[in-house]
């Protein structure tokens, strides 16, 4: 029994085409009834650093036994038949149990990195632009190693990988894109004397109309709608994982391993073993790096005992050292323990002081201000001048007041009286010289 038979027969596909064939036995043991069965031989490894190897086992119910170890390792996980979403009775492990597998190594310590050795022409869109998301995101190196096919899914899948290493007798490298290959089963159930008929509700006019037309032999719909949407995802994701990629690789030509080292498709062209060594000395490089950031920091333990922390939290090679903010809150409370209660009462005490002054003193600028206005509005009134009057308009009043000795509204020279002076206790007369006064 075939899983998920109706996406075999009807799903599209991120393939080489060249691969199709080699499904075609699959498909005719389906339709015929037979039982089909590929034993799946490649089976998940560890590789120790001395180069032994340990193999996944199968227990006596047929659940997969992953292989641990003590010690540093490298995870080697085999790709090598097409790419399915789920598991499937004829072999292939689906790239859903693929990510239980690899998360278990990840969250394993002794896990140092993990290589993806993929021999496979591509496989179905459903899932792998998940998986592709899962192994971006994983928090340690995985590597993808190809000596064979690296081809549509395959690359997809290897492109969100840390690097890309081909060997160099590879077969295939590339075909960026999507297809769609199906079987119209029509005439084969006739045969079996079952007769097919589909139809649509009044207002379902829409539904399905790209893959009937593909059936009516008229596919550019269903290539506008459907495959080349999925193919935009599909060199976005590739660009951005692989951001020096040649563009020319994006019209779904294949390479060698050469040539796709040449256009930026791979890092490297080598072998396995190579690859697995380069993944332990990296990581002994990290290590020493941290060993001797931790050995700079052993000179500041005071500081480290101040701040309240028994390892460097914020420590890099090219920044230098510098606190993190739980360093800092650590220093903070570790300060506010240095004064007694006494000096902090002095202190809290002498601030409510200074609090309060301050507020005294803005007060009182607020009533003078208050005042002054007052007193400019009072004068403008009684120079004849409105209350809004500005203090430029004041002094021009006061100043022509002063020469000419003109009355409040300045349409009549006042007249003298036998002394030949002015009324000096004029209420006019008194708020000019108040004001020029001041």
């Not at 080697?76 to 399915?84: A, D, L």
């Not at 310590?109 to 995101?137: H, N, W």
Request: glycine letters at 6%.
């Amino acid at each position: 029994m075939i899983d998920n038979l109706h996406s075999l027969l009807s799903g599209k596909w991120y393939m080489e085409p060249s691969v199709i064939n080699g499904m075609l036995p699959l498909l005719q043991s389906v339709l015929a009834g037979t039982d089909f069965k590929v034993s799946e031989k490649y089976k998940p490894a560890i590789v120790l650093k001395n180069g032994t190897v340990v193999l996944a086992t199968y227990d006596k119910w047929g659940d997969l036994v992953l292989p641990k170890a003590n010690e540093p390792f490298v995870m080697v996980n085999p790709i090598k038949s097409t790419i399915f979403k789920y598991n499937q009775a004829c072999g292939p492990t689906g790239t859903k149990d693929h990510q239980k597998v690899l998360q278990e190594y990840l969250n394993d310590p002794m896990c140092v990195g993990i290589v993806l050795d993929i021999d496979s022409g591509g496989g179905q869109v459903s899932g792998t632009a998940e998986f592709y998301d899962f192994l971006k995101a994983a928090q340690k190196p995985i590597h993808t190693y190809t000596d064979g096919y690296l081809c549509s899914a395959a690359y997809y899948i290897a492109s969100a990988t840390t690097s890309i290493t081909a060997n160099p007798r590879a077969d295939m490298i590339g075909s960026i894109g999507t297809m769609i290959s199906f079987v119209d089963l029509t005439g084969y159930y006739e045969k079996q004397g079952a007769k097919v008929i589909t139809e649509y509700a009044t207002k379902s006019t829409a539904k399905n109309k790209s893959y009937r037309d593909l059936l009516a032999g008229n596919p550019e719909s269903y290539i506008l709608n459907e495959l080349d949407p999925i193919t935009d995802t599909f060199i976005n994701n590739v660009k951005d994982a692989r951001p020096n990629v040649n563009e020319s690789v994006f019209d779904g030509s294949t390479y060698d391993a050469e040539k796709s080292l040449e256009l930026g498709l791979i890092d490297t062209i080598g072998q396995m073993d190579t690859l697995i060594q380069s993944i332990f000395n990296t990581k002994e490089t990290q290590n020493s790096n941290n060993s001797n950031l931790n050995m700079k920091m052993s000179n500041h333990l005071r500081v480290m005992a101040v701040i309240g922390v028994a390892t460097a939290l914020a420590i890099d090679e090219e920044k230098g050292t510098y606190f993190n903010e739980q360093q800092l809150q650590s220093m903070e409370d570790a300060l506010g323990s240095v004064f007694t209660v006494a000096e902090k009462q002095t202190l809290e005490t002498s601030l409510q002081t200074a609090n309060e002054a301050k507020t005294t003193a803005e007060t009182a600028l607020q009533t003078a201000t208050i005042e002054h206005a007052n007193n400019v509005q009072e004068i403008a009134t009684a120079l004849g001048l409105k209350a809004d009057a500005t203090q430029a308009d004041i002094t021009a009043r006061i100043a022509g007041l002063s020469a000419g000795h003109t009355n409040p509204t300045g349409t009549e020279k006042p007249k003298e009286d036998e002394k030949g002076s002015f009324d000096e206790k004029a209420s006019h007369n008194q708020f000019a010289n108040q004001y020029l006064n001041k």
